[in-house]
């Protein structure tokens, strides 16, 4: 059993650290994905909460994973894995079972997972961190020979993660700066409290944290990335798997409900009340990356090729709640777009504020461009920001800026010379 412990204390760790800096990256991100939770829980009161609970929940998971890393104060740590693994694990069960939320955000953006393999993935994990709770009063935190030894095959874990299955490196290099310094700061100072060991993690993830959430993340793993096509992620390549769809035909007989294939129809059909006709999908065909970006007016009009086939530069502001847009920038937004105008560069904002709104608060803001209309989650897909602004060149996008970074146009022009 204390093999096994330790195994899987290795393994736990490595992938809390993991999960938690992917989520960390995108925290705005995982906080949709609460939001999607406490709807399927019919708890809406909750998404008030939702950020600062995916915040938190972010640097716990680091914390916990160099606390069990290093066997540091194991009897609170063991129960606080056990507790949420146990929570995750109900959650990734309910979510495959009754099909409600069709990703469960574990490792955000970077890798999906179906509601399936993330309860698999949450059974495993729930096995491990058994092992480690049964035998956490006999867990002690070791030398710095113990300490090393964890931390180095930690980091194999890590790395295999980063640099294989997810393509990105920082998770490994923030994690060896993490363990390293805390194995250090143990032999410097010997006396120094554990909690205040573990209170460093928990400080530096939550500067990380905080950068990537008044800013953009410093990894964009979703398909209107940086250099990303959007025409291109809206294809779908030929030869392509379509869906495999079944016929199905409803009927009722005697107060109860059929179903019947085409070859299951019964001889005696003349006995039963048609219902309906249904296609069900038996196995899901390709999805492109990006299936549900539209660019419409407020009468329906449709004009997103015309936007993403367009010659040049065009910039487009994005804001999917209009009424919660930061107020603040207004004044820098409006300075770019008289810099557009006067250059023929086009400026447009996308938004699903209903356009009643749209225009009051337009005309509030001054706002010398036109509004088009999206769909709210695309909107917040596109970029973690409310506004944000997307600079495109024939359905690329060439770049992008959180308000709080909002550029000026000699900044963007002396980078992408658009002029």
Not at 243 to 258: C, H, N, P, T
Not at 259 to 269: A, K, R, S, V, Y
Not at 359 to 368: L, N, V
């Amino acid at each position: 059993m204390k093999q096994l412990s330790w195994i899987s204390r290795i393994l736990v760790g490595a992938l809390f650290i993991v999960s938690g800096l992917i989520k960390a990256n995108d925290t705005l991100g995982f906080s949709y994905k609460l939001e999607e939770y406490f709807t399927v829980f019919n708890t809406p009161w909750m998404s008030e909460y939702a950020l600062l609970l995916a915040a938190f929940v972010c640097i716990l998971e680091v914390i916990l994973g160099v606390a069990v890393i290093f066997g540091t104060r194991m009897v609170t740590v063991s129960w606080l894995l056990l507790l949420m693994i146990v929570f995750f694990t109900f959650l990734t069960f309910y979510s495959a079972y009754f099909n409600k939320v069709t990703d469960c955000g574990c490792f955000g953006d970077a890798l999906k997972l179906t509601p399936w393999e993330s309860f698999t993935k949450d059974l495993v994990l729930l096995v491990l961190t058994l092992f480690i709770f049964f035998e956490r009063k006999n867990i002690k935190h070791g030398g710095m020979k113990s300490d090393m030894v964890n931390a180095g095959l930690s980091l194999v874990l890590i790395a295999f993660f980063s640099f294989v299955v997810i393509n990105w490196s920082f998770p490994f290099w923030f994690s060896a700066g993490l363990l390293f310094a805390t194995v250090m700061l143990k032999q410097v100072l010997p006396s120094i409290p554990n909690t205040i060991v573990l209170g460093l993690s928990g400080i530096i993830t939550s500067y990380f944290t905080y950068h990537c959430l008044n800013h953009l993340p410093i990894k964009d793993f979703r398909p209107y990335a940086i250099g990303k096509n959007i025409l291109d992620g809206m294809t779908i390549p030929e030869g392509a798997p379509k869906d495999s769809i079944l016929m199905v035909f409803q009927y009722k007989k005697d107060g109860k409900d059929f179903e019947f294939t085409p070859e299951q129809l019964p001889e005696d059909l003349d006995k039963y009340e048609f219902v309906d006709r249904i296609d069900k999908v038996i196995k899901k065909g390709y999805v492109p990356p990006i299936h549900d970006f539209t660019i419409t007016d407020a009468n329906g009009s449709e004009y997103t090729e015309d936007f993403l086939v367009r010659e040049g530069y065009s910039f487009m502001l994005v804001a999917y709640d209009l009424t919660k847009t930061c107020d603040k920038v207004q004044n820098e937004v409006n300075a770019l777009v008289a810099k557009c105008d006067e250059n023929k560069i086009p400026f447009f904002g996308l938004t699903s504020t209903a356009p009643e709104e749209t225009d009051k608060i337009r005309h509030e803001y001054q706002s010398m461009f036109d509004y088009y209309y999206c769909d709210a989650t695309t909107l917040k897909t596109i970029i973690r920001s409310n506004p944000g602004l997307v600079l495109l060149k024939k359905g690329t996008v060439v770049d992008m800026w959180h308000h709080h970074d909002w550029p000026t146009w000699d900044e963007v022009n002396s980078k992408h010379k658009l002029k």
